[in-house]
């Protein structure tokens, strides 16, 4: 049964950096081995200190939440995906007695030369959306205004064929009922 990832990142890092690297720490660790969950969550959040992982191991689900620094200093990607590494150890049904004084699980260990690789891939913030302000924000509210404008007159147009058409159909209907009338009354008197 193949592992299924989700992943949740409620920082300002961006997610499929992040998603890269946990992946590949975790290919590793789990080396094709079929035990552990089918189903991995992994929460990505802000916290003031280091780096920290913590993990909910169920049957067919394993949560793994990730607390990132949410300062602008870099992160420590070899260390993040140590840390990784050892969640999917966690998950893989390792103890934490196995996995003390492994480099690949333990961060005490020298963990770089084990994450070597993470080098090669970039972690950066989200880019800062900015919101339009003074002459910029004016002119998109104009804008907005505009279409409004456009959709309430393309409204008015049609509201005004709209009673145009049923105008018609009454003068019609109230010409025809004349005629009508005029020729039962003309058919009544030559009866009689």
């Known amino acids: 049964m193949k592992r299924t990832w989700k992943f949740n990142n409620k920082t300002n890092w961006q997610s499929a950096q992040i998603r890269a690297i946990v992946r590949r720490a975790a290919k590793q660790t789990w080396n094709d081995v079929k035990n552990g969950p089918v189903k991995v969550?992994?929460?990505?959040?802000?916290?003031?200190?280091?780096?920290?992982?913590?993990?909910?191991?169920?049957f067919l689900t394993g949560v793994i939440t990730l607390k990132l620094p949410e300062d602008d200093d870099p992160i420590d990607k070899a260390k993040l995906a140590c840390h990784a590494s050892w969640a999917c150890g966690y998950l893989r049904g390792l103890t934490v007695r196995d996995m003390k004084g492994l480099a690949r699980y333990d961060e005490r260990c020298d963990y770089k030369t084990c994450y070597a690789w993470t080098e090669e891939y970039a972690l950066a913030k989200k880019p800062v959306k900015t919101k339009p302000t003074g002459a910029g924000l004016a002119f998109k509210k104009a804008e907005e205004a505009q279409e409004k404008v456009n959709q309430w007159e393309t409204k008015v147009k049609k509201a005004t064929t709209m009673l145009k058409k049923w105008k018609r159909r009454l003068k019609y209907h109230e010409s025809r009922g004349l005629k009508l009338q005029q020729e039962w009354a003309r058919k009544l008197q030559e009866r009689s």
């Not at 969550?41 to 169920?58: G, P, Q, Y």
């Open 41 to 58: 969550i992994v929460e990505v959040c802000n916290t003031r200190s280091d780096i920290s992982v913590s993990v909910i191991k169920d």
